[in-house]
């Protein structure tokens, strides 16, 4: 009977070790000869990732037999209902089907296969990309055996997305040179750009904007990394934000007739920034375009153009312009980009930028019929649907027809991504869902979206269902962010759960560009003037709800430490929760200044009140100087944030933070001085 049992054992472990030979004989990744890169490249993504989820890396052939066939539906070894499958959609479709134990991953384009490889090692294998450190990936670990079951299984998916324009807008005016956050930042850049393909971004734009001399410093060393992009099969673009950012301060120095004639200021504006060009002058437009098509013909790996003027108006007011409607007058210099490009780069896609003074519709232009349109949408408030309170009026309908009326693609500019002129959100945005499937519904092709380099492991949960709502509009987003907790944090899901809830309960102000941490804007020197009534009442009015933020961080803040010492012998476990206690620590420290501020303002608005009583008054500037002493003290906290590495969980509005506390507490101290100098009190008590 042992005899028996003993052989039965044998013959089960060598069956078992045959089915693992027989695996691992086939265990190959095939591609066809003179394949794309992207194609390759997405071949030695899943050989790699195959290695680390085995043990067992998989070899990659040219042509041969293999178990995995990474391909365009032209070759060979697709089969035909595959290759029928994906006739007549788009060029970003994939197909990934197992037939006859082997596995298909074929794209209708070659950033298509490194989707579809991607898709496959996600859905099937369980991969996660939650940010772009390669060190917090999540990986599973499995045998080649459950990996060829789960193909013997069957598998067969088919997707296309929902939008065909992804692309992020890269800002770079903001990064301080030749300092370690410029190290941070180029160290980032390989990482950024691996984790864009994971989301199935499909066009990264620099950015020259706010006529900042960085953004050429970086673009230099920006094309070091442009082969890394071209490997996964994504798009280079390049948007020209603003006319300074071409013409050099020499040649607007010399030629200040090419600026804007304002007639209230009866001069040119061409040494200032920002300007606007005089649209009239053939001279001044030729300067311009001859800027874009020489860097077009020096930089031949851009494939994606957007050339705008200025955000803000100064629209030149001399007597050839001041007739023709601002829209017509971008058009027409937007036409004359076009045809120069088009003579050296007839492939470039061209987009035109309905933004700010220039967002209106054309009076007497036409579109032409080879560029997109990217319709801007600014100021709104994302706890409303863009559907239930359309930002511009009808203008966002009033372009859709436009657009569809001369066969134009549509994309919008949104700010869902830019939490610097949002505040922080650890979780996605409650509107992401009902936006995209109303942008979807009314023809919008796809979305231009402005991110920069701080913060972003703190936006990093928004990026990941943001992106998968580009790609399907039909995901569930309460899924998507379970699947983060769980598989993020693990074992204490439910609490940091409860975590993100407690730091966004009190982020209720969704109003973009005018958050709460943007209250000093422009506000202190309006203290100091006779008009200070208003912007006092602004800090009286925000005072709740930095009052609520505030709580909401604190509460936050204190289970996050409790959970690190909970969890303090789980690497992994603790450096996120580590991360999550730098997120949450900055961010309370910035509002526990404001809230100091902010009673610091009330207080002494009281002691300008008329009539004030002058001890009164005392009393009250007493109470404001020793709440701005408070408040440069959490300054001060807050800055010990600010060191080399910590940029990526500041998710503030510049890498040197938010300079508005460290500036503008010593200048409101300032201004209670000479109120006290002044006699403030008495001086009211008389009038």
């Not at 851009?302 to 705008?308: D, I, P, T």
């Not at 404001?594 to 207080?603: D, I, K, P, R, S």
Request: charged letters at 25%; aromatic letters at 12%.
């Amino acid at each position: 009977m042992k005899k028996q049992m003993m052989i039965g054992l044998m013959l089960g472990a060598m069956v078992f070790l045959a089915r693992i030979a027989k695996a691992e004989e086939n265990y190959d990744i095939v591609v066809a000869a003179g394949s794309a890169e992207p194609v390759k490249f997405a071949a030695s993504e899943l050989s790699a990732y195959l290695g680390r989820i085995t043990g067992r890396q998989p070899k990659i052939l040219e042509n041969g037999k293999g178990m995995f066939y990474v391909s365009l539906p032209a070759e060979e070894c697709v089969p035909a209902n595959i290759r029928e499958q994906l006739k007549g959609h788009g060029q970003e479709a994939f197909v990934i089907e197992s037939k006859e134990g082997r596995l298909y991953l074929v794209g209708n384009s070659p950033r298509a296969a490194v989707y579809a490889v991607y898709g496959f090692l996600e859905k099937h294998l369980g991969c996660r990309w939650y940010t772009p450190d390669p060190a917090e990936e999540i990986v599973p670990l499995k045998s080649t055996v459950e990996v060829e079951k789960s193909i013997k299984n069957g598998i067969k998916d088919f997707e296309e997305p929902s939008f065909n324009i992804r692309r992020i807008y890269y800002q770079t005016y903001d990064i301080p040179m030749r300092t370690p956050v410029e190290n941070e930042v180029l160290k980032s850049w390989p990482q950024i750009i691996q984790w864009m393909a994971k989301l199935r971004i499909n066009i990264f734009e620099y950015a020259f904007d706010h006529g900042s001399v960085r953004c050429w410093h970086y673009w230099e060393k920006f094309q070091n990394v442009i082969p890394e992009l071209k490997r996964r099969g994504i798009e280079v673009g390049v948007h020209f934000q603003g006319i300074h950012n071409l013409l050099t301060a020499q040649e607007r120095k010399d030629h200040p007739e090419w600026g804007s004639f304002l007639k209230d200021k009866g001069t040119r504006q061409c040494v200032e920034t920002p300007w606007q060009l005089c649209t009239s002058n053939s001279n001044a437009v030729d300067c311009y375009i001859s800027k874009i098509v020489s860097f077009m013909k020096t930089n031949s790996e851009v494939s994606y153009l957007v050339a705008r003027p200025n955000d803000c108006g100064g629209w030149c007011e001399c007597p050839k312009c001041i007739d023709v409607p601002v829209p017509d007058r971008y058009l027409q210099l937007q036409k004359s980009i076009v045809q120069r490009v088009r003579e050296i780069a007839p492939g470039v896609q061209i987009s035109h930028f309905a933004y700010g003074s220039y967002k209106g519709l054309p009076v007497h232009e036409t579109l032409p019929g080879d560029v997109s349109v990217t319709y801007s949408v600014w100021g709104r408030d994302f706890s409303i649907p863009f559907e239930v309170k359309q930002l511009g009026g009808a203008s966002f309908f009033q372009w859709r027809d436009l657009c569809k009326s001369n066969n134009v693609d549509m994309i919008v500019h949104e700010k869902m991504l830019r939490q610097a002129g949002l505040g922080l959100h650890l979780l996605p945005l409650p509107t992401f869902a009902q936006d995209l499937t109303f942008y979807k519904k009314n023809g919008v092709k796809g979305f231009d979206l402005p991110v920069e380099y701080p913060g972003w492991w703190a936006k990093s949960l928004n990026w990941v269902v943001l992106s998968r709502l580009m790609w399907n509009t039909d995901e569930n987003v309460k899924l998507l962010v379970n699947d983060f907790f769980a598989q993020f944090y693990g074992i204490c899901s439910k609490d940091v759960a409860e975590i993100y809830t407690l730091a966004e309960s009190g982020m209720e102000y969704k109003y973009y560009s005018c958050p709460i941490h943007y209250t000093w804007w422009g506000s202190v020197s309006k203290l100091a003037s006779d008009d200070h009534g208003k912007t006092g009442d602004k800090y009286k009015s925000v005072l709740p709800s930095v009052e609520h933020a505030k709580e909401g961080l604190e509460q936050a803040l204190q289970k996050t430490r409790q959970l690190e010492k909970q969890y303090v012998d789980n690497p992994n476990l603790a450096q996120h929760l580590g991360y999550l206690e730098i997120v949450i620590g900055y961010t309370l420290q910035e509002y526990n200044s404001l809230y100091e501020v902010c009673l610091g303002v009330t207080a002494m608005e009281q002691a300008r009140a008329p009539g004030a009583d002058h001890a009164a008054c005392l009393k009250q500037l007493d109470m404001a100087s020793e709440h701005f002493r408070k408040a440069l003290e959490f300054e001060l906290e807050r800055q010990k944030y600010d060191k080399p590495g910590n940029l990526k969980f500041i998710w503030d509005d510049h890498c040197e933070g938010n300079p508005g506390f460290s500036r503008n507490i010593p200048k409101l101290q300032e201004l209670i001085a000479k109120l006290r100098q002044n006699g403030e009190g008495d001086e009211r008590q008389t009038k």
